[in-house]
């Protein structure tokens, strides 16, 4: 029941948010002087970096706050940025920012799910404490490209590179089915795409699907590693030049596309450059040209500050590169290259390969493109290596331990630990230490300075007529790796997983603090775990 009325509340608000940046600002702008659609995203960039600054909206990232949100455990979906945020996506978009609607209808819905299970928390338990901010991610996706399925794949999807949200496909397929019939019985239910005709369905177009797959793995890869580098060049500058800048940049990209195409095919989320790729006899040059020009425009307004999403870039730069190696393969079908690198762009831009097909299937209501996408976009996939539109993904659920890597080493710091002097002979050591305590891993002080440990493997390397006057500090161990205690558990398992070992010191300049074990580490991970439960029940 909650989940639907977070699609309800999502579905309504998508709808007003899309009648007043589509409707009213883009739609009219249009229709004005070349000049006015030049000079546009320059003054939306500025009043979103003013709203931003001055109604505590903080940064200018939407999806990425689903994505980052999800992994955040124990803490909710801030709502007091999302009023500011809004108003600047708004102004972003409805003035001709190279971005897409979703990213401001996906952070509205997360923060509608959000505040809502956090009024209700009773209700939840502690393994569900995120389900209604993905909910909310699924119903902001559905509504705004009219597509249900997509909504809820891509909203599971998108938090792993690898992995899925579980415990989460009911609620958010209700969500997403809610938000949808709500935004259409508004807007209506037009398709976003408009294709004629059947995909063709041979062995060369599948083959041509991947092809495009490899091309759109590389491209996206560098695309979002671009978008990556500007985010943070952005993030290092002031608000008011950088929009500035960027704005100047955006209106010269405007000046050439004009020039190119009698038309501002770089104002605007885009979806004029998917019309414009679908129409036959384009020539390779101009779409090339375009798609060079549209990957600039966003990084732009990226980089300016610009509030919105990177889900319709990635799209429109897929159909631009789909409409290129099409027109190299020769291909009778217009539509079939572009849909397909749409697929096979976004799926791997974002690492969403499922989600990246069935939005073509959705939007273009062709479900014939489902096998060639797929191809395209498990292609795709192979390519990217670890890069991502956002940064906050992970790569795969984490499990009990995996969840303790960043907590400090005190947690498992053992300080009560034997140890020997340097002048203390290897008779000695083995009789008091590995047969006496039965410890294979002696640190080695003096005083409470660390010198280095003493194991079995360097006692029983000493001639056994030596020991009883051969010295632990001349045959002891300096090179192994030790941590610091500012360090977290995470550094120093990776020490001791690289060493193969099962013990490790922790030293503060040069003086021992303690030791931490595997042993310690797995008792911990019981403890915790022992822990939630009991307070679960």
């Known amino acids: 029941m909650l989940a639907a009325v977070t699609g309800l509340v999502t579905g309504a608000g998508v709808a007003l948010f899309e009648w007043i940046t589509r409707d009213q600002l883009v739609d009219h702008l249009r229709d004005a002087p070349v ?50 945020r809004l108003l600047a996506s708004i102004a972003t978009l409805g003035l001709g920012g190279a971005l897409g609607y979703e990213g401001p ?17 009773r209700l939840f338990s502690r393994q569900d404490a995120k389900m209604l901010l993905v909910c909310g991610a699924a119903a902001g996706v559905a509504a705004i490209f009219k597509a249900p399925a997509t909504g809820l794949v891509f909203a599971l999807e ?29 807007v209506g239910t037009a398709p976003l795409f408009t294709v004629s005709g059947a995909p063709p369905f041979n062995l060369r177009d599948l083959g041509g699907a991947a092809i495009l797959g490899v091309c759109c793995g590389i491209g996206a890869r560098v695309f979002t590693q671009a978008m990556q580098r500007t985010k943070a060049i952005a993030a290092e500058s002031s608000p008011i030049p950088r929009a500035l800048c960027a704005g100047a940049g955006l209106a010269v990209l405007g000046l050439v596309s004009w020039l190119a195409f009698d038309r501002v095919l770089t104002f605007g989320a885009g979806y004029d450059n998917l019309a414009w790729a679908l129409q036959p006899r384009r020539a390779i040059g101009l779409v090339l040209l ?63 390969p499922l989600a990246g097909v069935m939005f073509v299937a959705e939007a273009t209501g062709r479900p014939g493109f489902i096998v060639p996408g ?83 493997d360097e006692a029983i390397a000493v001639d056994r007529d030596l020991w009883p006057v ?47 074990t595997t042993d310690e580490v797995l008792r911990l991970d019981e403890i915790l775990g022992r822990t939630e439960g009991d307070e679960r029940t």
Not at 167 to 186: D, E, H, K, N, Q
Not at 318 to 332: E, I, K, N, W, Y
Not at 473 to 494: C, N, Q
């Open 35 to 84: 000049g006015v659609q030049i000079a546009g995203p320059s003054l939306g960039l500025l009043l979103a970096a003013l709203i931003l600054r001055h109604l505590g909206g903080g940064g200018p990232a939407t999806a990425d706050e689903y994505i980052k949100n999800f992994h955040d455990e124990g803490k909710r979906l801030p709502i007091r940025p999302v009023p500011a």
């Open 290 to 352: 375009l798609l060079i020009l549209r990957a600039l425009a966003t990084l732009l307004t990226l980089g300016g500050g610009g509030v919105g999403g990177l889900f319709i870039p990635l799209v429109v730069e897929g159909a631009l590169l789909g409409r290129v190696v099409g027109g190299l393969f020769g291909t009778s079908s217009v539509s079939f290259f572009p849909l397909v690198g749409v697929s096979a762009f976004l799926g791997a831009g974002y690492r969403v």
């Open 105 to 121: 209808s996906i952070y509205l819905g997360s923060a509608v799910g959000s505040a809502l299970q956090h009024r209700l928390s």
């Open 470 to 516: 051969a010295t632990v500090g001349k045959h002891m161990r300096h090179d192994f790796p030790t941590v610091s205690p500012d360090a977290e558990l995470r550094d120093a398992l990776v020490a001791m997983e690289r060493a193969d070992v099962d013990l490790i010191p922790v030293i503060d300049h040069g003086a021992f603090v303690g030791v931490i």
């Open 374 to 456: 797929v191809i395209a976009s498990m292609v795709a996939q192979l390519f990217m290596g670890k890069s991502s539109a956002s940064p906050y993904q992970e790569g795969a659920r984490a499990g009990h331990l995996e969840r303790r890597f960043a907590l400090p080493l005190r947690a498992v710091l053992v300080t009560d630990v034997a140890t020997v002097p340097p002048d203390t002979t290897i008779d000695e050591f083995v009789r008091h230490h590995l047969l006496g305590n039965r410890r294979q891993v002696v640190p080695v002080l003096e005083g409470s300075d660390y010198l280095g440990v003493m194991r079995i």
């Open 158 to 186: 998108v938090p792993y590179q690898e992995d899925f949200a579980r415990r989460m496909l009911l609620p958010a397929g209700i969500a997403a089915a809610t938000s949808y019939v709500t935004f259409v019985a508004l």
